[in-house]
T-cell receptor
Framework: QKEVEQNSGPLSVPEGAIASLNCTYS??????FFWYRQYSGKSPELIMF????GDKEDGRFTAQLNKASQYVSLLIRDSQPSDSATYLC????????????FGRGTSLIVHP | DAGITQSPRHKVTETGTPVTLRCHQT?????MYWYRQDPGHGLRLIHY???????DKGEVSDGYSVSRSKTEDFLLTLESATSSQTSVYFC??????????????????FGPGTRLTVT
């Protein structure tokens, strides 16, 4: 059973702080990892993807991948109330799989 | 936003009636998917398509059927709606792009969703 696990939260951080969202996966064959942001009542929106070990930065977002430990994380610097949403982690197996496995998401609340 | 639309956006129907949801894309992506999202369950794959007339079942396919006669359209049909099918339905699309190690990876883009209530 391929699984992607996330703490459901809510994770509450003050405005301006760093929010750290974590995700672990069970299948060592996973190759690609995605972070989606989902506002309440809206559809998931792809915000980051990472394929290689290490860090990938895009604006205030940094995705970190550690394949040896089978975890991927998303850091949000200078968190804003507008970052309050549910963040979904997804993993894709290598070998041409086009069906990702999604975690259930972590709710993030950024309070002023 | 990726060019994905879903119709209708909201629907209320009675138990036992047939319902068809439509997903339309303008991105010419090969792969299309139908998910449902319910509190406590996250996103669950219903059916997916890997080309015109090529479809397969996901993890929660019972009570649902799909059809894809054109690249741009993917239809989800509830043959006889039940209250357990009350949910939010999302369509997603993807296309292969080069990832690491020479392989391909597939990023999904989601439509705006359809909120279906079965009374």
């Amino acid at each position: 059973q391929k699984e992607v696990e996330q703490n459901s939260g809510p994770l509450s951080v003050p405005e301006g702080a760093i929010a750290s969202l974590n995700c672990t996966y069970s299948d060592q064959g996973s190759q690609s990892f995605f972070w989606y942001r989902q506002y309440s009542g809206k559809s998931p929106e792809l915000i980051m993807f990472i394929y290689s070990n290490g860090d990938k930065e895009d604006g205030r977002f940094t995705a970190q991948l550690n394949k040896a430990s089978q975890y991927v994380s998303l850091l949000i610097r200078d968190s804003q109330p507008s970052d309050s949403a549910t963040y979904l982690c997804a993993a894709l197996l290598r070998g041409g799989s086009y069906i990702p496995t999604f975690g259930r998401g972590t709710s993030l609340i950024v309070h002023p | 936003d990726a060019g994905i639309t879903q119709s209708p956006r909201h629907k209320v129907t009675e138990t036992g009636t047939p319902v068809t949801l439509r997903c339309h894309q303008t991105e010419n992506h090969r792969y299309m998917y139908w998910y449902r999202q319910d509190p406590g369950h996250g996103l669950r794959l219903i059916h997916y398509s890997y080309g015109v007339k090529d479809t397969d079942k996901g993890e929660v396919s019972d009570g649902y059927s799909v059809s894809r006669s054109k690249t741009e359209d993917f239809l989800l049909t509830l043959e006889s709606a039940t209250s357990s099918q009350t949910s939010v339905y999302f369509c997603a699309i993807s296309e292969g792009r080069k990832g690491t190690s020479g392989g391909k990876t597939y990023e999904q883009y989601f439509g705006p969703g359809t909120r279906l209530t079965v009374t």
